[in-house]
């Protein structure tokens, strides 16, 4: 069994039944992406420690850019978080957050003032609309993941799993396999990480405390 997906499903499941091989999808062209804070310019928010008591709105629980990578990456910095409808448990270091349900809500909910700050992926915030983007500032940004991941299961043999892993890493050396590519999501190519098994132990434990 093969499994794709974004890094923070993938590090739910390898933490339960680590998989045996995984290489990196290059999904719509882009092989890594970071998650990014930001927050109005003519906001006096700098760091993250300016929204304590205040509000950040992430898109959705199960979106790794828009949720679990930056909470996470949060989290490990001593910050606490909450539901903005909670106000009980507020400490020094915690920040209410709500789900914005869409990227482009979360914008337009910071630029509006409705919360205090957002997040989402660095490619998200590098393709918004250049006069919005204009009136934002990114305040903390956290360590770059891959985009996509394929990571197959204990069930397949090493023969098997070593002519796929060859097979989708050299389909985009001729037409026929990056038309292939293309029909599925705008893949790029397929290829392997630098240190596979560091990068398993990094995402799995960032994610484990959410």
Not at 38 to 44: E, G, I, L, S, V
Not at 80 to 95: D, L, P, V, Y
Not at 173 to 181: E, F, M
Request: aromatic share 10%; net charge positive; glycine share 6%.
């Amino acid at each position: 069994m093969y499994y794709i997906d974004s890094p923070y499903p993938i590090a739910r499941i390898n933490g339960n039944s680590p998989f045996k091989n995984c290489i990196r999808r290059w999904k719509k062209g882009v092989k890594e992406y970071k998650s990014v804070v930001f927050a109005k310019k003519d906001q006096n928010i700098n760091s993250i420690d300016d929204l304590v008591g205040k509000t950040i709105a992430f898109e959705e629980e199960f979106s790794t850019g828009s949720y679990a990578l930056p909470i996470a990456s949060l989290k490990n910095l001593g910050y606490q978080f909450i539901r903005t409808e909670n106000s009980t448990g507020i400490t020094a270091k915690t920040i209410k957050y709500a789900f914005s349900e869409d990227d482009e809500n979360t914008a337009v909910w910071v630029l509006k003032g409705k919360v205090a700050a957002g997040t989402f992926s660095s490619t998200n915030f590098d393709k918004m609309n250049l006069g919005e983007k204009s009136k934002l500032k990114i305040v903390y940004s956290t360590i770059a993941v891959p985009r996509h991941m394929v990571c197959s299961t204990k069930a397949v043999s090493s023969a098997d799993n070593k002519m796929m892993m060859s097979v989708l890493q050299n389909m985009h050396k001729d037409a026929k396999g990056q038309d292939v590519l293309q029909k599925f999501g705008k893949t790029s190519k397929f290829d392997q990480f630098e240190d596979e098994k560091a990068l398993m132990v990094t995402i799995t434990d960032l994610f484990k405390n959410i």
